[in-house]
């Protein structure tokens, strides 16, 4: 929400089943071994930009565990 103005900047989504990893620098080489696997990701969720943005959602990855369930 914009302080000033009080509008929302982000509409919500609802029906996600898929979004981007976003990693700063070579962060991914650290959760390589999760490809492929059930995991937990924890991160700053926002809505899609630009062309190089594959989902309609993204989330810049804080930290990746496995999903043991």
């Known amino acids: 929400m914009n302080a000033k103005t009080g509008i929302h900047l982000y509409s919500s989504e609802s029906g ?3 979004v981007q990893l976003v990693f700063w620098g070579n962060e991914y080489k650290k ?3 999760l ?3 059930n ?3 924890n991160g700053q969720l ?5 062309g190089h943005h594959h989902t309609r959602v993204l989330i810049t990855v804080k930290d ?3 999903d043991n369930k």
């Open 64 to 66: 990746i565990r496995r």
């Open 46 to 50: 926002f809505p899609m930009q630009t």
């Open 35 to 37: 490809i492929g696997k």
């Open 39 to 41: 995991v937990i990701v």
């Open 16 to 18: 996600i089943k898929e």
């Open 31 to 33: 959760y390589k071994n």
